[in-house]
């Protein structure tokens, strides 16, 4: 049976009340779907002021038109809220199989509003769909819980979203976790589901996705899937994942170490994509649909000293999925840790406890760094927290997810830590959240992309290393970062909107091929320019829900180590981030006031007059 475009599920979980409404027509031609329309939504019926972890807070997961067809790549869904950890709009993205399981039973969108009573989690079966006693899963790990609900629902297919852990404990950089391994990771989605004491959603669907022009989709799509098939871009990903990065990152001068205080870390080939291929990895792992496989599923050496083997009670395998390039830098050069084994378990044990790795990471190393200035004392921890201790990292992901001890500090996130401790240089990041794995200095355009982005700092809007270390701009200067900064922020949208992943960008299949299938599946003409322009649109309306959330021009900015403070040595030595330079030109750029106000001229170029 195929299913029809534009139905959303809407929970309230107080009253226990669902039902199905069909989605604004208005809203999609718009949007699409995806982070644009479950954005519009949003904005549409949240108090931006609200209190990210009370009963008022929505939690929006919403698939793409290309969602769980056949599409390359096409296994996207997004969770949209306003974040525990930057109490701004949050989009996050996650691939796997769940989205595609969700367009499957027939619905593109689940609201979820209010707070259930006592855990409970929400099964989705085709037109069956019901809220669920979750006690026996309250406490318990990602893979445990999933495990468990097959046990329980007993239907072979079933797709699971759900948390950990630190989700139940509210860490604010908990996330939700599908298929086991794949994860909405970052800004505390998972803080937000767990506020609202909803341990899971189990889905399964046995429908299709609806395309209205089904030969012209095919030929669209097969267009796509030969142009990625040699491409060299695609083979790289196949054959080293994302991790093949850090060798790029080292080389100049952009791999953030120790809490930013170099940006060059000595042990980078342990963490390689290279090392990881040729000694830890069992096989590629790819998302529905997907051509590329960048997957990794990994296995501890086996003679990893027995700390790392038994460390932890729920050691129930020695292999799974990661470390991705950021997971491995948060996890490792971040910490100083140069164990690849020990970033490995930690990156299995932020998964299994629901903790994104990137902000754990991070936030431990702003811990060691302050630790390592006394500012931390030996009688607030129980184990000293250096930098390069593989058993502190091991120790503080678990002690984290339960709020244990100084974890709970640092589930807090390094903003608050820091401030807490009267020590707010330490935090390395943007709108409260942490640093993804580049430091601005070596690479201008991560600066300006990095201080704009909606969601607080964030790789996936912007990714700018590219154009600057092929040489077709100075990684150094200013000149053309911004501009590229918002062309790459809109197209990024685009692909958020359309249920694809950005990795096909670099896989031999941009963006514009995209185009045609949009059409296709939706019988309605569309253009890239269509799609760029509603993924500004979108940019746009994120802008204004934060606006209205408080957030000011004040809020684009980098922490004055990137603006103040050179590396004394390696290919970014003396090199500080020129912000001030970049920033207006970018609110040029936008169409923005110099406040970083959208104006009146723009939002009404972009339809965005009466929101």
Known sequence: M?????????VDLASGRITVEDIRPDWQRDYLGGRGLAARYLYAELDPQV?????????????????????????RYMVVTKGALTHAITTSNSGGHWGPELRFAGYDMVIVEGRAPKPVYL?????????????AYWGQAVGATEDGLRRELGIPGLRVACIGPGGEKLVRFACIMNDKHRAAGRSGVGAVMGSKNLKAIAVRGTGGVEVAEPAAFMKAVWAMRAAMQDHPGRMAFTELGTAATIDMTQAFGGLPTRNFLAGQFEHYENLSGTTIRETRMVANKACFACTIACGRVTRLDPHAPRHLVNMHPRNWKRAGEGPEYENAWALGADCGVGDLDAVIRANWLCNDLGLDPISMGASLAAAMELYERGVIGDDQVEMPLRFGSAEALLRMVEATAYREGFGDEIAEGSKRMGEKFRHPEVFMGVKGQEFPAYDPRAFQGMGVAFATCNRGACHLRAWTPGVETSGAMDPHTPAGKSEWVVIEQNRTTAHDNTGTCMFI????????????????????PCSVDDLVRIGERTWNLERLFNLKAGLTRADDTLPQRLLQ??????????????????????????????????????LAELGLASV
């Open 123 to 135: 099964y989705i079966c085709n037109d069956h769909v019901e809220l669920r006693d979750a006690k």
């Open 505 to 524: 960008g670099g896989s031999g299949a941009p963006l514009e091929s995209l185009a045609p299938c949009t059409a296709a599946v939706r019988g309605i």
């Open 565 to 602: 403070d050179a590396h004394q040595s390696g290919p970014s030595a003396g090199v500080v981030v020129n912000l001030d330079a970049m920033l207006p030109v970018y609110y040029r750029e936008r169409g923005w006031s110099e406040a970083g106000v959208p104006t009146r001229e723009k």
């Open 2 to 10: 195929q299913r029809p475009m534009g139905r959303l599920l809407r």
């Open 51 to 75: 209190d990210p972890l009370s009963p008022a807070n929505k939690l929006i997961f919403a698939t793409g038109p290309l969602t769980g067809t056949p599409v390359p790549c096409g296994a």
